[in-house]
């Protein structure tokens, strides 16, 4: 069955505003990565989190392993920070493939 | 500094023709690397990745091969392309234990 569930699968925020991306997992993952696909299609990397927090400007990441969960939280929103962000996360039976979101749709209105 | 280049950027053809797709990363010795998969709108799936040269393992079976011909480059072809083929197809790469990276994908179209 889906191990990482995604949610929302869609949000629309207005610029200046902000709100919380979250993964949960069915089994337990070792890490936790968060892309950004913007509308070339290319996907940025935004965190890599083995535990713990994370900061980068107006996005913070935060991985509790024990509790099976990731959030990305994006604060101050701005146009250039629409696109489709998903995790990925690492099982601990394989060091090569990554359990994949369904990815959460976001538009930044002005 | 790493780069990873795709090509092509984008490739229209027919049903039952070949494919070679092409990635080559600059800047890291032995990377592993990966070759993923994206329908419209959908989300990915890992099709091969490589941890040395010479050597694939396939994730999922969709009538494609990859194949590692140097340290540098990651090929993913097939002899005779389906209608189900189209989509999105990126490459990336990783150290052990570290971020995932990505080229800017090929977008194929089967018609």
């Known amino acids: 069955g889906d191990q990482v569930e995604q949610s929302p699968s869609a949000l629309s925020l207005h610029e200046g505003t902000g709100s919380a991306l979250r993964c949960n997992f069915t089994?337990?993952?070792?890490?936790v990565q968060w892309f950004q696909q913007n509308s070339r299609g290319s996907l940025i990397n935004l965190f890599y989190l083995a535990s713990g927090t994370k900061e980068n400007g107006r996005l913070k990441s935060t991985f509790n392993s024990k509790e099976s969960y990731s959030t990305l939280h994006i604060r101050d929103a701005q146009l250039e920070d629409s696109g489709t962000y998903f995790c990925?996360?690492?099982?601990?039976?394989?060091?090569?493939?990554?359990?994949w979101g369904s990815g959460t749709k976001l538009i930044i209105k002005p | 500094a790493q780069t990873i280049h795709q090509w092509p950027v984008a490739e229209i053809k027919a049903v039952g023709s070949p494919l070679s797709l092409g990635c080559t990363i600059k800047g890291k010795s032995s990377p592993n690397l990966y070759w993923y998969w994206q329908a419209t709108g959908g989300t990915l799936q890992q099709l091969f990745y490589s941890i040395t040269v010479g050597q694939v393992e396939s994730v999922v079976q969709l009538n494609l091969s990859a194949s590692r011909p140097k340290d540098d480059q990651f090929i993913l072809s097939t002899e005779k392309l389906l209608l189900s083929h189209s989509g999105f197809y990126l490459c990336?790469?990783?150290?052990?234990?570290?971020?995932?990276?990505f080229g800017h994908g090929t977008k194929l179209s089967v018609l």
């Open positions: 089994t337990t993952m070792r890490a």
């Open positions: 990336a790469w990783s150290l052990e234990g570290e971020r995932l990276f």
């Open positions: 990925a996360a690492e099982a601990g039976d394989s060091n090569y493939q990554l359990i």
